[in-house]
């Protein structure tokens, strides 16, 4: 493999993290870390229309592509860190590598909760020539006047959120910078929710109506959601990354069935005298254990629902707490083909081993399909651990093959544009949706976000062609070029030299 980076070559340590060879960079790893970011886009960021079905998750048990989608990612979340680690031990500890493991760990759990906190919902910003008729900017149409200290405090979060989404992202140089400001802005986040949740409870004591519409996130922390796709990311890498830092392969591997068997265990153990335990979606144990945590309880014609941003959810959350334990091993699973990959062989043994692995591990989780449980996403079943895992094999062996060992890498640059900024490109589609609904445009055609108005612009576009204007197709247009618009985005931070590492 060549090396992008340039990086010294380093020792061999007892752990297989580092090797003589230095930690060369996989183009293939950037290349499929590319193609499962705009993959995670065009999934999440749908058009007017109908989704197709293979851009849909699986409605319970069972897989589409879609439902590959984040336990790719997780998965090479896992292989980079074998590389990662063996470029920071050339000039650190291993305590200073325990240090970073967890800073980053906070970084990214904070991108993802503040995310959650940016609140489109209650917030409006009116552009256009009829703005005069309409406020343009307004934090809750229904904030009663009276209320100085919650509007001040409603203000200042508003303006808090996307300056401490930027200053995580930003590449300090600085050691004590990349400590201070995450910790930093974790107190203050934290302040700023106590006090608007006071000052909520203040506001509804003194007369504000309990269904004003003050918008949802950091503005009602009652009802604030605090898991998330980062937040599973974090907690996976942080837990999986120090276990790295002390286990060999034999105890990665060991953790990993360890993990998948206490989940197992809780998942399909009942009590005596009791049905036996469900795993349908209206009663399993991961759904029990999120509800009883999160309690998010309220009763919608005549039945219990979980209320998440104001929305009815027959399940509680997709990245609940339970099934954060197998999502763990799927972390663990790259660990250990990212050590494989940095071993002294010749790229083609490597290349063959991974993609023989990737056979075995597939047929591992069928047969736990058949076995214990089926492939299921919502709660990450075993089985859905080591498909997933298999089919990442064989992809990332695929494309290991044709870029590092053939060499044939140039038709690839689009990709290794998204998957050197992947968290960037993330944390950027989502700042585009959720500014794009708070915007607004007054037009001729009334006040619309500009989210609708680009769905409505792609639905057009698709409908000028009568052949292949469906529901599908509007959705699909749409959605291809949110992934182009956040290309764009990363391909001037590639032009610039600029990268992203939380």
Avoid at 321 to 326: D, V
């Amino acid at each position: 493999m060549n090396s992008m980076s340039g990086d010294p070559p380093i020792s061999v340590d007892a752990h297989g993290l580092t090797s003589r060879r230095g930690a060369a960079r996989l183009v293939s790893l950037d290349v499929f870390r590319g193609i499962t970011i705009a993959g995670m886009l065009l999934v999440n960021d749908p058009g007017k229309g109908e989704a197709y079905a293979a851009l849909e998750h699986s409605p319970w048990h069972g897989w589409t592509p879609t439902d590959l989608v984040f336990p790719f990612f997780l998965f090479i979340v896992g292989v980079a860190i074998p590389f990662s680690m063996a470029r920071r031990a050339a000039g650190g500890s291993r305590s200073q590598l325990l240090g970073h493991v967890w800073i980053r760990t906070l970084s990214l759990f904070m991108l993802g909760a503040l995310l959650n906190a940016f609140t489109y919902s209650g917030v409006a910003l009116t552009l256009g020539p009829r703005a005069a008729g309409v406020p343009l900017f307004t934090l809750g149409r229904g904030l009663p006047e009276g209320f100085l200290l919650l509007a001040m405090l409603r203000a200042v979060a508003w303006a808090f959120i996307p300056v401490a989404i930027v200053l995580l992202l930003v590449p300090y140089k600085s050691p004590r910078l990349r400590w201070v400001m995450p910790v930093g802005l974790t107190i203050l986040f934290c302040l700023l929710m106590g006090a608007i949740a006071f000052a909520n409870h203040h506001a509804w004591a003194h007369g504000m109506p309990a269904d004003a519409s003050i918008g949802t996130g950091i503005f009602r922390p009652d009802r604030y959601r605090i898991p998330g796709v980062l937040q599973r990311i974090a907690i996976c890498y942080g837990i999986a990354a120090t276990a790295a830092l002390f286990m060999g392969r034999w105890m990665l591997l060991a953790m990993l069935f360890l993990l998948l068997a206490v989940y197992s265990v809780v998942m399909l153990a009942h009590n005596p005298g009791t049905p036996a335990p469900s795993l349908t979606k209206e009663d399993n144990r991961a759904r029990q254990i999120d509800v009883a945590v999160f309690d998010r309880y309220h009763t919608v014609d005549g039945r219990q629902e979980i209320v998440w941003k104001h929305t009815y959810n027959p399940y509680p959350d997709p990245e609940g707490l339970l099934s954060t334990i197998p999502a763990i091993g799927s972390v663990l699973l790259g660990i250990l083909v990212g050590m494989g990959l940095r071993s002294e062989s010749p790229a083609a043994e490597r290349c063959a081993r991974l993609m023989a692995w990737g056979v075995v591990v597939t047929l591992v989780g069928q047969a736990l399909n058949n076995w214990l449980m089926p492939i299921n996403k919502s709660i990450w079943t075993p089985s859905f651990v080591f498909f997933c895992a298999g089919l990442a094999m064989l992809g990332l062996g695929a494309l290991f093959y044709v870029i590092d060992v053939r060499g044939r890498r140039g038709w690839a640059l689009p990709l290794v544009i998204y998957g050197m900024n992947a968290i960037a490109a993330f944390v950027a589609a989502g700042l585009l949706v959720r500014i794009g609904l708070v915007v607004k445009v007054a037009d001729e055609k009334g006040t619309r976000s500009v989210i609708t108005i680009m769905q409505q612009t792609a639905a057009g576009w698709v409908n000028h062609f009568g052949a292949i204007a469906t529901p599908q197709n509007t959705s699909l247009a749409y959605a291809l070029l949110f992934v182009l618009a956040v290309w764009i985005l990363m391909a001037l931070l590639y032009a610039l030299r600029i990268f992203v590492k939380v």
